[in-house]
């Protein structure tokens, strides 16, 4: 019975570390990310939802930028992708490609790049936001400085410290606005471009409260354009009712977001993908009937009749003298051949008698063995016979030597 107690006491010992081991963090533990499912401070489910109530068509994109173009349900101008760098997996050159024809055609991509911000989940992103604004745009970004030329750096906080952004007037994203702000909660620096050689023309919407750099711009591809935003906070759930955020959003929709387009959320790059959901996973009753299943049988195994789980191996017996014989004997009997084996058997009667050495061909043992009363001519020239053939190659078979050997060494009776 204690054998069984101490079996369960294992068993659920080995569950509790199991689960502790492979189940996912609770919600409380995870880092709040970019993307529509997010709930928490930097993620994007209220604009999200904001969006889809106000009546504005919108889609969690979870594919690669490649299938942009072949999307039924979209349009094809006047949509709004909006992705947030830096990324948890890089679009490929090929999707770069594809993302530019589709911008050709009439649609936009809004760029939340942390350039001028530091949240907490793009420190464990592996992406480059600077090289994703510059991969998309060709444009060149550097550091801004003060007026001795070091660079601008803004302590961060645990709370997060606030940001302010000044509107440009003259550009219609900023109708309404007089104030955006975002936040910060980690030590960042502060980036803005520079048109290189020749100069691509460069709309500036925002700049910075401090440096005066913009922190919004805008650069044109055909019929599209690329707006990127120096911010990565901006649009999030704890900012999207701060300042005029949101206004910034509906300016958005108003300048470009075609009356058939929709405003597309680019999760996939953020880690949410349309082939996997591990949300829906765990969200699944069949996913957990099924581990309770192999787990209340995998129990009833374990504890059902003993706590071992093979029988016990029965002990060797120690090897016994006849045993190292046969062991030495076979050994012999593989590295000697019969005619050598054969001699070196009859050379130890020959020993025995004290003829040994004597004649190699053990014409002295014959003679005495003939002279012996106690052996039959019959079994001494079956003898010699056999040993001759046994020496000559021509009868292989030890055995049979050996066994008319031992009947020749018997006084007949």
């Known amino acids: 019975m204690n054998d069984r107690l101490i079996a369960a006491f294992r068993l659920l010992l080995a569950l509790y570390l199991a689960f502790t081991l492979m189940m996912p963090p609770s919600e409380g533990a995870k880092l709040s990310v970019p993307i529509t499912a997010d709930t928490g401070d930097d993620g994007y489910a209220a604009v999200f939802r904001w969006l889809d109530t106000s009546g504005v068509k919108t889609r969690s994109f979870r594919l690669p930028w490649t299938h942009l173009e072949n999307q039924d349900a979209l349009s094809a101008s006047g949509n709004i992708l909006l992705t947030t760098a830096p990324h948890l997996r890089e679009p490929s050159p090929e999707a770069i490609d594809a993302m530019r024809d589709w911008l050709d055609t009439g649609n936009t991509l809004v760029i939340a790049a942390t350039l001028n911000d530091t949240p907490a989940w793009s420190m464990v992103r592996p992406g480059n936001p600077i090289l994703t604004v510059t991969s998309m745009t060709t444009i060149t970004l550097e550091a801004v400085t003060d007026d001795e030329g070091e660079a601008v750096v803004e302590d961060g906080e645990e709370s997060g410290v606030l940001i302010d952004i000044d509107p440009v007037h003259d550009h219609p994203l900023m109708d309404g606005v007089s104030r955006l702000q975002h936040v910060t ?229």
Request: glycine content about 8%.
């Open 185 to 413: 909660v980690e030590a960042t620096q502060f980036w803005k471009p520079v048109a290189g050689e020749p100069a691509i023309p460069l709309m500036k919407a925002a700049v910075d409260h401090d440096t005066g750099a913009p922190v919004i711009w805008e650069r044109r591809f055909g019929d599209g354009s690329v707006i990127v935003i120096g911010s990565g906070t901006l649009f999030s759930n704890r900012m999207l009712g701060i300042a005029d955020n949101a206004k910034l959003i509906e300016n958005l929709i108003a300048y470009r977001l075609g009356p058939e387009g929709t405003w597309l959320f680019d999760d996939r790059y953020q880690g949410l993908i349309e082939d996997y959901d591990p949300d829906a996973l765990f969200d699944d009753s069949r996913f957990w009937y099924s581990v309770l299943f192999l787990l209340i049988g995998w129990f009833i195994y374990m504890l059902g009749g003993t706590d071992r789980l093979a029988p016990p191996r029965d002990r060797p017996e120690p090897p016994r003298q006849i045993d190292f014989v046969r062991a030495i004997g076979g050994l012999m009997a593989r590295k000697l051949k019969p005619g050598e084996a054969a001699a070196q058997l009859l050379e130890q009667w020959a020993l025995e008698l004290g003829l040994s050495g004597r004649d190699p061909e053990h014409n002295d043992l014959w003679a005495r063995l003939q002279a012996s009363p106690t052996l039959t001519a019959e079994r001494l020239e079956s003898l010699r016979s056999e040993y001759i053939r046994m020496r000559n190659g021509t009868e292989k078979s030890l055995v049979h030597f050996f066994n008319l050997l031992l009947t020749a060494r018997k006084p007949t009776g």
